[in-house]
């Protein structure tokens, strides 16, 4: 049989798990279904930082230093716009460089904002930035219908994510995390069949609650996984009580789960078979098993190449 693997992803662990496994099966093999909900409009281009994050590390083109964006970047553009910042009226968002956007990257923005304005969709339009980048794997965002990730915040209220993650650098408590508009999504073309079709399923080491779940919330994709359960793997973003890299330990905190790797095996419990802990949490092994997993120890924390390749080998139950 044919192996097909389907991976859910978003963020920089996401990126690197790919990473790893396109080192041990053909990346033909492979579906990766992306995280959208952190995208955004801004000076009128679309952004998609987690499809672009995992196109850029893929291509071994991505900013190591910054974690995000391309290597060998400047940025002039936004130095110049900075000259018309406190220009526009209140409410405006001309002039902000908050965001920033290497000069680089905007090539990336610019190709698919006027896609997207020629009326392709979302799909399409990865599908083009990752043959043009020479990428070999399937990579779907989750929905080509626009699902906007929104936080609350203590004191604030609701804001967009990317006020959230980068606007106010994720230091702000969290009481609520909603999907606008994801009710009324569909999957993008081929989600629902790769993940019915996959031999192996993995959920990659992301944030449970802004990157997972965007995606498992899209109506379809959580039924698909529940049926396919006992074939998924999920690997834990939470090493001895912290997260690697972001804010997700703090954000199950506030949100009322436990910050650890039980507590994301309560969260996942629905959806996974099995999670892939870090050998720094071999001790809590059996508490994962009670929340109804099957837990399996590994190292987890891909400091290189090798280290992604052997927990894609792990997922895939041939280390």
Known sequence: MERRITVLAGGVGAARY???????????SITAIVNTGDDTTLHGLRICPDLDTVTYTLAGASNTELGWGLQGETWQAMDALARFEGQAPPGSAAGATWFRLGDRDLATHLYRTQRLAEGAPLSAVAAELSAAWGLGLALLPMTDDVVATMVTVAGEGEIGFQDYFVGRRHSVPVTGVRFDGVERAAPAPGVLSALAEATS??????????????????????????????????????VAGAALKGPA????????????VVGVARLYAPLVGTLVVDEADAGRADEVEAAGVRCLVAPTVMTGPAEAAALARTTLGRA
């Open 18 to 28: 790919l990473a790893g496994l396109v080192q041990v099966v053909e990346p033909g």
């Open 201 to 238: 399923i993995v959920v990659a080491p992301s944030n449970p609650v802004v990157s997972i779940g965007p995606v498992v919330a899209v109506p379809g994709v959580g039924e698909a996984l529940r049926a396919r359960r006992d074939d998924v793997v999920a690997v834990s973003p939470i």
């Open 249 to 260: 330990d703090r954000m199950l905190t506030e949100l009322g789960h436990e910050a650890s």
